[in-house]
């Protein structure tokens, strides 16, 4: 289950899509939001010996499985392996908006979250994605101050895919997507 966090709100940003802005001002370290993932591929289905199919039975599977207004979410989503006019794919979906739960490798289950999909991603971020075992949860963090939003303040995460700056990306491992409506 998720817990709501005064801390953060979706927004229509301008020439963006949807993504999320700070409420109000956030200190590092404070935790902004908790999440149980909406579906779940465990890993060794990205390597039994007809990954592909098995891992698009299972996200067929899962997404069979939610409710109807989950669905409904799931598909508000971004593709973006798609193009602009063509129908979105639950794989798209899937590849556009997974993360590791925990340790990227090659034996971590891999989920997919409704409320972080919609956080952005950024070279230089404001929070930091955590997975937390013991609750079963992904965790976002402030990982510096972040003002309270008034149009560019967007809640960022960090990837350390296209980044420049190596020895920042050594520091902070964790990613995210900004994704448009």
Known sequence: AMRSSPAFYESALPG??????????????ELILTESPLIVVPWW?????????????????SVKDLTKEQQ??????????????????????W????FALGPSGPRS???????????NHSCVPYAEFVWNEEVRMQE?????????????HNLLLHSS???????????VSAKSLWFPL
């Not at 409904?72 to 979906?93: A, C, M, R, W």
């Not at 590849?95 to 997974?98: A, F, K, P, Q």
């Not at 997919?112 to 999909?117: A, D, E, G, T, V």
């Open 45 to 61: 289905v990205r390597h039994s010996m007809y990954a592909a199919k098995e891992k698009k039975e299972c996200l067929a599977r």
């Open 140 to 152: 976002i963090r402030a990982i510096r101050d972040i003002p309270e939003g008034r149009g560019n």
């Open 72 to 93: 409904k979410d799931f598909f508000n989503l971004h593709d973006s392996k798609v193009g602009e006019n063509e129908p979105k794919t639950i794989d798209g979906i």
């Open 16 to 29: 963006k899509g949807c993504g999320v802005l700070a409420a109000r001002n956030i200190r590092p370290g």
């Open 161 to 171: 895919s296209g980044c420049k700056e190596p020895e920042r990306e050594e520091r």
């Open 95 to 98: 590849r556009t908006n997974n």
């Open 109 to 119: 289950d891999n989920g997919l979250f409704l409320r972080i999909s919609r956080f």
